[in-house]
């Protein structure tokens, strides 16, 4: 059996290790957000809305969904007490969101459970290295609508 074989790890192509990484780092996270009672999307919406209340549309575009998938995270959120949609009083045709207290208290407990994930995960890489690291991922052209793969 030759060391390649033997290797838990996947082959050394960038794209596969980001894969197979990445993988790892979901199921973990997806594991940390659930034992603070969310879900991935709702996690983001409510770090969006930490900044303070903002228009259903504008969150829609940051969190780069469609706006019918937004309104079920939005119910999702409100129904659980950790976001509210109110009218705007300057234009009656639009929704803002903001986070409530129990937004607040169910973010902080997710921070600190993604906190402990990522402390664990980096623990072998400096500051120095996870600021390169966050600078080199933000360089990775990963837009999915410039994609076209041939048959």
């Known amino acids: 059996m030759t060391a390649a074989q033997e290797s838990p790890h996947p082959p050394q192509r960038l794209g596969l290790l980001l894969a197979w990484h990445g993988s790892i780092t979901e199921t973990r996270m997806r594991k940390a ?44 959120l ?28 169910a973010l902080a407990k997710t921070n600190a459970a993604l906190d402990e994930v990522e402390l664990a995960m980096f623990a072998g890489l400096s500051l120095q290295d ?11 052209d990963s837009n999915a609508d410039d994609f076209n793969c041939s048959e």
């Open 78 to 105: 409100e129904g659980e007490g950790l976001a509210v949609r109110r009218r705007d009083p300057a234009d009656r045709r639009r929704h803002n969101v903001a986070i409530t207290e129990a937004g607040s208290a």
């Open 130 to 140: 996870r600021d390169a690291l966050r600078g080199l991922l933000a360089r990775i």
């Open 33 to 76: 957000l659930s034992a603070a009672g969310l879900t991935p999307r709702h996690a983001m919406t409510l770090m969006h809305l930490e900044g303070g209340p903002i228009g259903q549309r504008a969150l829609a575009e940051r969190l780069e969904v469609d706006p019918s998938v937004l309104v079920g995270i939005l119910n999702d």
